[in-house]
């Protein structure tokens, strides 16, 4: 059964180092979103994608959050510098149908910790 | 401001009786809700959902109620068993195809016990 993949599993740094997550979605996807999830809350949706253009960013931080699907497949977010209050979980997920909610399909996800 | 709220962090009940996870809403304009299931190191993935031109929907053992005037839903799993343990998120969106702005409650754990 195809999966999302993200890598890595778990990150541990640093605050003020750099910090990068890779997620590749199921293949045929076009649709991909980067969510966080702190603990104690629901995901909360970062960035969303169709193919390589960015369709939706109005809750990414974007003084120290960027995000790139250069060729419409794989994707990366990145943080620099991550602070204290980024320790969450970094989901990806993708869809075939942009926009249908029951259609999403969610990676493991990146766990980070911001020491 | 939280749109969605799952009041209940944590219910516990014994295998084979029903499961009650509920749901509240702040925001009018949503009418497409959902829930999801998410297992320890997994991502979430989707249970069931429900339109707001409904009141009900069923799928085997899994049920979604929606009370509009209430802006409340509720999820019931009958009967309940250990593998149904998991964190379920109720989410809410302004539109059947407005995947990218689902707005997620807390969560709540369940533990199915045998």
């Known amino acids: 059964e195809a999966e999302v993949a993200q890598s890595p599993r778990y990150k541990i740094t640093e605050k003020s180092q750099a910090v990068a997550f890779w997620c590749d979605p199921i293949?045929?996807?076009?649709?991909l979103y980067w969510y966080r999830q702190i603990l104690g809350q629901g995901p909360e949706l970062l960035v969303q994608?169709?193919?390589?253009?960015?369709?939706?960013d109005s809750q990414l931080p974007k003084d120290r959050f960027s995000a790139e699907r250069l060729k419409g497949v794989d994707s990366t977010l990145k943080i620099q510098p991550a602070e204290l209050g980024d320790s969450a979980m970094y989901l990806c997920?993708?869809?075939?149908?942009?926009?249908?909610?029951?259609?999403?399909?969610f990676g493991s996800g990146t766990q980070l910790s911001v020491l | 401001d939280q749109q969605v709220k799952q009041n209940s962090p944590s219910l516990s009940v014994q295998e084979g009786r029903i499961s009650i996870l509920n749901c509240d809403y702040t925001n009018s304009m949503f009418d497409y809700f959902l829930w999801y299931k998410k297992y320890p190191a997994e991502g979430p993935t989707f249970l069931i959902s429900?339109?707001?031109?409904?009141d009900k929907n069923e799928d085997g053992r899994f049920t979604v109620f929606l009370n509009k005037s209430a802006k409340h839903l509720s999820l019931h799993i009958v009967p309940s068993q250990p593998g149904d343990s998991a964190v379920y998120f109720c989410a809410a969106s302004a539109g059947e195809t407005s995947g990218s702005r689902l707005t997620f409650g807390e969560g709540t754990q369940l533990t199915v016990n045998p």
């Open positions: 994608f169709q193919d390589e253009s960015v369709v939706d």
């Open positions: 293949s045929g996807h076009a649709t």
């Open positions: 997920a993708s869809s075939h149908v942009p926009g249908r909610s029951e259609k999403l399909f």
């Open positions: 429900i339109s707001s031109i409904k």
